[in-house]
C-alpha cells in the first residue's frame, strides 16, 4: 500500500493505523517519490493527499487511471463537495478529508480493497459473466468489454473497482428500478460510508466512458433512482442521456 502526504506525522498516523490492521505501508511525501515508488513495486491500494508540494495530487491520479485501476482514497484537507465530486470523476475510489479518524480510514481502505478484489464470493459465482447487448462484464477478470463492428471480440473499458461494481449491479437486474440506497448496498457491498451523492458521480463517470461507443445502458429515473434498459423489451424508451 502507498501513502503520499507531504506531512511526515500524517503518514506516521497512517502508516500505524494500517500495520496495526496488518497492512504493508510505503510512504511518499512528494509527486516524484510517488512516481518513483510505483517503477519500484505494485499498490493494492493507494491513498493519496490532494495537495502536495511539487503539484497536484489529481494529476497523479489521472496518470494513474490512464494505464491501471489501482483502488485510490484521497486523503485531503480541502472537504468541500466540489472538491470530493472532483476527486471521484477524476477516478478516485474515495475520499476522506482531515481531520480524519484512524479507524474510519482503515474501514475505507478494507472497502476499496474488498471492491477490488471481489470478496463477496457468492456474488462472483452468481454473477462472474454478464451480458447486456454490447457490454460484457467479466467480474472474475475484473474486465468490462463493449462489442464493435471493428472489434467483435470487444473493446475494453477501463472502469474502476467502484464503477464496475455500480455497473454490475444494475445490469443485472435491466429494467429494474434501484434507488441510491440500493446501489450503495449492491454494488459497494460491505461499504455503508458511501454517500448518495458518491453513487451520482459514478453513474456519470461511468456514462462518460461508454458514451464514445454510442452506448448509454443507464436511466435515469428522477426522484428515484436509477435502472439499465432492458434490451429485451421493444418498447422501452432510452433514456439514459439524462444527467443524474
Known sequence: MLVVDDESR????????????GFRVHGAGDLREARFSMT???FDVIVLD??????????????????????ILFLSAKGDEIDRILGLELGGDDYV???FSPRELVARVRAVLRRAEGSDERETEKR?????????IDLDRHLVLVRTEARAAGEVVTLTPTELGLLAALLERPGIVLSRHQLMKRAYAYDNLVTERTIDTHVRRVRA??????????VTVHG???????PADPSRTEDGADTP
Do not use: N, W
Request: glycine share 8%; net charge positive; with cysteine.
Open 128 to 136: 462472474s459473466r454478464l451480458t447486456h447487448g454490447a457490454i460484457v
Open 50 to 71: 490532494v495537495m502536495l508540494p511539487d503539484g497536484d495530487g489529481l494529476a497523479l491520479c489521472r496518470e494513474i487511471r490512464q494505464r491501471q485501476r489501482t483502488p
Open 209 to 218: 466512458k461508454l458514451r464514445p461507443f454510442g452506448i448509454d445502458p443507464i
Open 10 to 21: 500524517i503518514r506516521e498516523v497512517v502508516q500505524y493505523a494500517l500495520e496495526r490492521e
Open 224 to 230: 428515484v433512482g436509477y435502472r439499465a434498459y432492458d
Open 40 to 42: 519500484q513495486r505494485t
Open 97 to 99: 478529508t482531515k481531520p
